[in-house]
């Protein structure tokens, strides 16, 4: 069995032991992990959207009412540019540099282990991010989650999560190039500080900042870049992936590309 096999089995072997069995179900071909959860995501997807309906009138009401009653925020403690992973944190959560304070619950700073090998970066939050503070939840964050396991990597352990903007967008519309010039030094500063082993962006947004292009990402993938002297490999959102349950074999071939690089670290 190969190098990564053996790391897959042994993660299996691990939530079995711990009564989690279900991320990957035994028997399934790695290849067809995507595909899975894609189709059981759709169901649950249209729910949550009627669902989110309702929780977007709430917020714009209660971000009217924060408007009128003027900001509250805290003042940035200092330069992303020169804080340590905690003063970071702290700049990014009482951050007001852009538009995006106005509306957001929480700021999003980041998931996983900051001693991960992989750092995965993605856009901006969304409804479920903006409630809990955790990047990647909800179906989006299950689909990556199920990447991530198919090649024998956890949020848990070995990986770390984060997103280009920290604030959640209203109704979850694409970033503007202002927020994301205007939030770049927090993400900046973050890879620095995390020094992964590798960067996976995630989505448009993120493969543009990292590799500073302005190609699709249907375009991007399936080469390695070099942000700073890591290695990048550019895949596409989970997000698109449950829309776009046909590039579930790129999604896969991504991965593996991702693996390459890891297996030779
Ligand atoms: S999106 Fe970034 S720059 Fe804008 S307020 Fe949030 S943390 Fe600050």
């Given at each position: 069995?190969s190098?990564r096999?053996?790391?897959?089995a042994?993660?299996l072997?691990?939530?079995r ?6 991320i990957?179900p ?19 997807r249209k729910a ?9 009138a ?9 408007s009128r009653a003027?900001?509250k925020?805290?003042p940035?403690?200092?330069e992303?540019?020169t804080a340590?992973y905690e003063?970071?944190?702290e700049?990014?959560?009482a ?6 304070a106005e509306?957001r619950?929480?700021v999003?700073f980041?998931d996983?282990n900051?001693a991960g ?5 993605g ?8 409630a809990?503070?955790r ?9 990556l ?6 090649v024998?990597?956890?949020r848990q352990d070995s990986?770390y ?11 979850n519309?694409?970033?503007m190039?202002d927020?994301?010039e ?7 500063r973050q890879?620095e500080?995390?020094?992964?082993e590798v960067l996976?962006?995630v989505?448009?947004f ?9 190609k ?5 993938r399936g080469e390695?870049y070099s942000y700073?002297?890591?290695p990048l490999v ?7 992936l449950?829309?776009n ?7 896969w071939?991504d ?8 297996d030779?670290?």
């Open positions: 069995m190098a096999g053996t790391r897959l042994a993660y072997d691990q939530r032991r711990m009564g989690e069995p279900g990957v035994d028997g399934l071909a790695p290849g067809e992990l995507l595909g899975l959860l894609a189709a059981r995501a759709d169901a649950e949550e959207a009627a669902k989110e309906a309702g929780a977007g709430r917020a714009a009401a209660r971000a009217a009412t924060r003027g900001s925020s805290k940035v403690p200092r992303p540019g340590d003063e970071l944190r700049t990014a959560l951050c007001t540099r852009c538009r995006l509306g619950r929480t999003v980041s996983g900051p090998r992989l750092m995965v970066v856009e901006a939050p969304g409804a479920h991010e903006d809990t503070g990047p990647f939840v909800g179906q989006a964050g299950k689909l989650d199920l990447m991530l396991a198919s024998a990597l956890s990986v999560i984060c997103n280009v903007l920290k604030c959640r967008p209203p109704g519309r694409n970033p190039p927020e994301i205007s939030c770049a030094p927090l993400l900046k890879i500080l995390v020094a992964p996976l962006a989505g448009s993120a493969a543009q900042w990292l590799t500073g292009s302005t699709a990402v249907g375009k991007l390695v700073q002297g890591v550019v895949t596409y959102h989970p997000a698109a449950l829309r349950p046909g590039w579930s074999r790129l999604v071939e991965l593996q590309l991702l693996c390459q690089i890891m030779n670290k």
